[in-house]
């Protein structure tokens, strides 16, 4: 009987064990679906944008909405009419308005263009 209970508790350690190191670990290759959406876009802006926001990345307010023509100077006119995310970020202007907003796809995080700010 205690060769049964050794040769069971044994058998559940190692499938313990084998499952355990099995599960990939996450490396530092990080692909853009396990990054936040703004900082993905925000390494894609020109790095003359970059200066002109306050703080960093991590400030900006993100969103879904449906991108309409008169939500910007749109230039891949592909998106229009489809859901995409709105990124409103901060800048350091001291008159108003004092934020940037771009947008970019759900699928891929790719930047597609600056939105318009009131």
């Given at each position: 009987?205690?060769?049964?209970?050794?040769?069971?508790?044994?058998?559940?350690?190692?499938?313990?064990?084998?499952?355990?190191?099995?599960?990939?670990?996450?490396?530092?290759?990080?692909?853009?679906?396990?990054?936040?959406?703004?900082?993905?876009?925000y390494n894609q802006l020109k790095t003359k944008d970059?200066?002109?926001?306050?703080?960093?990345?991590?400030?900006?307010?993100?969103r879904k909405i449906t991108l309409t023509e008169i939500?910007?100077?749109?230039?891949?006119?592909?998106?229009?009419?489809?859901?995409?995310?709105?990124?409103?970020?901060?800048?350091?202007?001291?008159?108003?308005?004092?934020?940037?907003?771009?947008?970019?796809?759900?699928?891929?995080?790719?930047?597609?263009?600056?939105?318009?700010?009131?």
């Amino acid at each position: 009987m205690k060769k049964i209970i050794l040769f069971i508790f044994s058998s559940v350690l190692l499938i313990g064990l084998f499952s355990a190191c099995s599960n990939p670990k996450e490396s530092n290759n990080t692909t853009s679906d396990q990054r936040d959406v703004r900082e993905v876009v925000y390494n894609q802006l020109k790095t003359k944008d970059k200066e002109l926001i306050k703080g960093t990345w991590k400030d900006g307010e993100m969103r879904k909405i449906t991108l309409t023509e008169i939500m910007g100077n749109i230039s891949d006119k592909s998106y229009i009419g489809k859901e995409v995310y709105l990124i409103d970020f901060p800048t350091k202007s001291i008159s108003e308005p004092n934020n940037m907003i771009v947008y970019a796809s759900l699928d891929d995080y790719k930047f597609i263009d600056y939105g318009l700010v009131d």
